[in-house]
């Protein structure tokens, strides 16, 4: 019913920057809050940030003033700059979207299928 596709990571030098983006398909009607994990391998899956629909954001201490979360409510799509990228950013990001109101209802827990970033030189 509901789709969230990622798309922009790559490979990136340290230092360098990236932009996500994560957009959700299907017939949908509104949508919460939307956010960003990564996990890392051997390491459990974190929040990276996250905005709702009034564009209240939340941030990882570890990437506070480096990374932004944006979104196009228009266009059901949220993005992720990542800004000054380090080597430890290295990880696969997927976007979440808790709760999403469709035409036939709401639905619960939709995750992206996950996009590689890597950072090294």
């Known amino acids: 019913q509901v789709q969230l596709v990622e798309s922009g990571g790559g490979l990136v030098q340290p230092g360098g920057s990236l932009r996500l983006s994560c957009a959700a398909s299907g017939r949908i009607l509104s949508i919460n809050a939307m956010g960003w994990y990564r996990q890392a391998p051997g390491k459990q899956r974190e929040l990276v940030a996250s905005?709702?629909?009034?564009?209240?954001?939340n941030y990882a201490d570890s990437v506070k003033d480096r990374f932004t979360i944006t979104r196009d409510n228009a266009k059901n799509t949220v993005y992720l700059q990542m800004n000054s990228l380090k080597p430890e950013d290295t990880a696969v990001y997927s976007c979440?979207?808790?709760?999403?109101?469709?035409?036939?209802?709401?639905?619960?827990?939709?995750w992206g299928q996950g996009t590689q970033v890597t950072v090294s030189s």
């Open positions: 905005i709702t629909s009034s564009g209240r954001t």
């Open positions: 979440n979207a808790p709760q999403v109101l469709t035409s036939s209802g709401y639905v619960h827990t939709v």
